[in-house]
């Protein structure tokens, strides 16, 4: 029998489901105010003492996607702090460092979204505020070094990443299809149209190439000093991953890893936290030559085939730079199609080739760009947008002619 709990228009459990829809909103889930009224309905039917039926009938309404359930699970065990019977539904929401057992995996996306203050009415709500940023602010982050920004910019520069447009570029292939528009003539198919009409041919038939994705191959340097920027740069290559396929994504500091599989999770905040489950050596030291003779041995045939692009970042800063780590940039430089180079220390102004390390590996690489804000970004999206070409005679042209891009 359904237990009602609604006798008073207004009370804790309506406040508590209008906040958690809020809360849900703020973590990414479409969720509007016909929703809350659904819920608020549906509640009425249940014993609102079970939690699994509370759970069951909330997820329902609020839960439109089926990459959502982690999101929406790690939520409502965080806002409500249920016991094993769910009765404490009737009382006020417990602070969030008042949960007895708050979940060991939820995602940053739930805690920050809790840690917000609650707006309890509409009057309470400033009047034309834009929840997002102005002009200005974005002109701003467009510029600052990520590792100069705070734990809000760097939420807005992750959302602002997510909802880059994706490079599209396309290869070539030496496979054929039919295609009206095509250059060859498929003269079987022209042939074979022609029986039907004693002969004659009516419909001329043409072949064209098949195109496809080009495929990215990174490898990301996770050592201290590039923890701000490899995390970033994940999100950025999260969304690739999830939009298209033939991304492959390796994390390297003193032994390599493949963290495509984990990247793979819908959830950016589960994506991240899986590749950081895989790795041991994240923010430690660094050994380049080691990680790419790995990579060109164990790898190197599986994922660069059909014209692959790799991204590598790293600061180039190499403790053991000798002729191993000129010879296995050698070798990854003829593997692929394209070897783009991303380094943070461009931003400096004055930066020089000086380090034994960055000399060694600077002369066969095809593009050398920076990757500490959001200007460089776009300008590598801009770069991957483009049809890759044949590698010609590296990044040292580029420095002797200022060819690399500087981002300010």
Not at 112 to 118: G, I
Not at 181 to 190: A, F, I, K
Not at 221 to 234: A, N, V
Request: with cysteine; glycine share 8%.
């Amino acid at each position: 029998m359904a237990i009602n709990h609604f006798d008073s228009p207004t009370g804790h459990i309506a406040d508590n489901v209008a906040g958690f829809a809020r809360t849900l909103r703020a973590c990414g889930l479409p969720v509007g105010p016909g929703a809350v009224i659904d819920a608020l309905k549906a509640l009425r039917l249940i014993d609102i003492g079970n939690r699994a039926d509370v759970f069951s009938t909330l997820q329902a309404i609020f839960m439109t996607r089926h990459d959502h359930a982690p999101i929406f699970a790690q939520a409502f065990d965080l806002f409500f702090c249920i016991a094993e019977e769910g009765k404490n539904m009737l009382d006020p929401v417990q602070p969030l460092d008042q949960a007895r057992k708050p979940p060991p995996s939820a995602s940053r996306r739930v805690l920050e979204a809790l840690s917000r203050p609650a707006i309890t009415s509409e009057r309470e709500a400033p009047q034309g505020q834009e929840m997002r940023p102005s002009v200005s602010d974005l002109e701003v982050l467009q510029k600052k070094d990520f590792a100069q920004m705070s734990a809000a910019e760097l939420a807005q520069v992750t959302q602002i990443i997510a909802n880059m447009k994706l490079p599209q570029a396309r290869l070539h292939t030496r496979r054929i299809r039919p295609d009206p528009r095509g250059s060859r003539l498929d003269l079987r198919r022209t042939l074979r149209g022609g029986l039907h009409t004693g002969g004659e041919i009516v419909d001329i038939h043409r072949l064209g190439r098949i195109d496809k994705p080009a495929p990215i191959v990174a490898l990301l340097d996770i050592s201290g000093s590039m923890s701000e920027y490899t995390r970033l740069f994940l999100h950025f290559l999260h969304g690739i991953t999830n939009r298209r396929g033939r991304v492959s994504v390796f994390l390297f500091g003193t032994r390599l890893t493949n963290v495509t599989r984990a990247l793979r999770a819908r959830d950016p905040d589960e994506a991240l936290a899986a590749c950081s489950s895989v790795v041991e050596d994240w923010a430690g030291g660094t050994r380049i030559a080691t990680s790419l003779h790995d990579f060109n041995k164990l790898w190197s045939r599986r994922v660069l085939g059909q014209g692959a692009v790799v991204l590598m970042i790293t600061d180039g800063l190499e403790r053991e730079a000798g002729s191993e780590l000129a010879f296995e940039m050698d070798r990854l430089h003829r593997s692929c199609r394209r070897l783009i180079w991303l380094n943070p220390l461009l931003r400096y102004d004055g930066f020089e080739p000086r380090a034994r390390g960055i000399k060694m590996m600077l002369p066969h690489v095809d593009e050398f760009r920076p990757v500490h804000n959001l200007s460089s970004i776009e300008g590598l999206i801009a770069a991957l947008s483009q049809a890759p070409g044949r590698h010609g005679r590296g990044a040292a042209r580029g420095l002797n002619e200022g060819h690399y891009a500087r981002s300010r």
